[in-house]
């Protein structure tokens, strides 16, 4: 016999059983039903907490961003006062000298 025609036939022998036979043959269809279930629930929330950990990294990473370009804003503005301050000055000097 082929493997096919073997399943096939231990299959309709067991399809006539009772569910309590079930124990010697193996698990029932529904207990692995909800064992499935509650694989797929456990990966799913498993893949929240990694996604909700790749967020929070982001956004801590967002933040720290922010704060360096805002510390960059304020360099520039502090060198643009700084330059007008100096050439305003340069100009006083020059004026001063004529």
């Known amino acids: 016999m082929h493997a096919q025609e073997v399943s096939a ?10 569910s309590d ?9 529904a207990e692995l039903d ?23 990294l982001a956004h801590s990473k967002l933040l720290a961003n922010e704060a360096e370009l805002q510390a960059l804003k304020h360099c520039v503005k502090r060198l643009n006062e700084f330059s007008m301050s100096t050439s ?11």
Do not use: T, W
């Open 9 to 18: 036939k231990g299959f309709r022998e067991m399809e006539g059983q009772s």
């Open 21 to 29: 036979s079930y124990q010697f043959h193996g698990v029932l269809p």
């Open 88 to 98: 305003s000055d340069d100009e006083a000097e020059s004026q001063v000298e004529q």
């Open 34 to 56: 909800q064992k499935q279930c509650h694989v797929l629930i456990e990966q799913q929330e498993n893949q929240m907490v990694e996604l909700e950990f790749a967020l929070f």
